[in-house]
């Protein structure tokens, strides 16, 4: 017989009883029985397996609120100040790569796709591809040098699918260059602003890097700040 844990508060002398249901993790299919933290009826799960912190499945965005949530944004590619923002992939990438013979994709690039402005303005070739914006699957069909993920990781609801699918687009000596805020015990989580956002389902410690490193077939895994560069 399953438990099924309960969490009880008390306001205004009404009882409020919230039925939370284990949910297995996103990244490493681990069963979750208790809730991290929980606030305004949105609940997150810790993984002692892999280390990840997950938003619960019940409050998972549909596509329709994904694509309302992005096309908020304003990603203009001529703003300098946004071109700064992806700065720390767009300079890994020319270092690593030099813009004569090497090809890249931007996966995800979202209605704003400025890493791939920035480094074709350098003479570098990039395909793109976002399943909201550029669904066209065509790019998806061979291999890259490169692979680029500004601010996208977080929004993955299938985390395991997809770093197996950005595996398999580098070529041999290819190199995923992500970007994300990384969640860390030194962190207060009830005052993070990275979890307000409705579209973020998962966030990555350094634990949760490590095991997609190894279980994905990665051969190295760099971290600094907020950019994280497999390889």
């Not at 919230?18 to 069963?31: G, R, V």
């Not at 890493?115 to 793109?128: A, E, M, Q, S």
Request: charged share 20%; glycine share 4%; with cysteine.
């Amino acid at each position: 017989m399953k438990v099924i844990p309960l969490h009880i508060s008390f306001q205004l002398h009404v009882l409020e009883i919230t039925i939370l249901f284990p949910m297995n993790c996103t990244l490493c299919s681990t069963q979750i029985a208790t809730s991290f933290f929980s606030e305004k009826g949105h609940s997150f799960f810790s993984c002692p397996t892999c280390g990840s912190v997950l938003r619960g499945l019940e409050t998972f965005p549909t596509p329709e609120e994904e694509i309302m949530r992005y096309e908020e944004h304003n990603n203009d590619v001529n703003d300098l100040r946004y071109q700064k923002f992806v700065s720390p992939i767009t300079d890994a990438v020319q270092k690593s790569f030099s813009s004569e013979s090497n090809i890249g994709l931007d996966f995800g690039a979202g209605t704003g796709p400025v890493i791939t402005k920035v480094l074709r303005d350098k003479g570098y070739k990039l395909n793109l591809y976002d399943p909201f914006f550029i669904p066209n699957t065509a790019p998806l069909q061979q291999k890259y040098d490169f692979v680029a993920c500004c601010e996208v990781i977080e929004h993955f609801h299938h985390p395991l699918k997809e770093f197996k699918l950005l595996h398999s687009l580098l070529k041999l000596q290819g190199k995923l260059f992500c970007m994300t805020d990384i969640y860390a015990e030194t962190i207060d989580f009830s005052t993070w602003y990275y979890k307000n956002d409705p579209t973020h389902v998962i966030f990555y410690t350094e634990k949760s890097l490590q095991w997609i490193k190894k279980e994905v077939g990665f051969k190295e895994l760099a971290i600094e700040k907020r950019l994280i560069v497999f390889s």
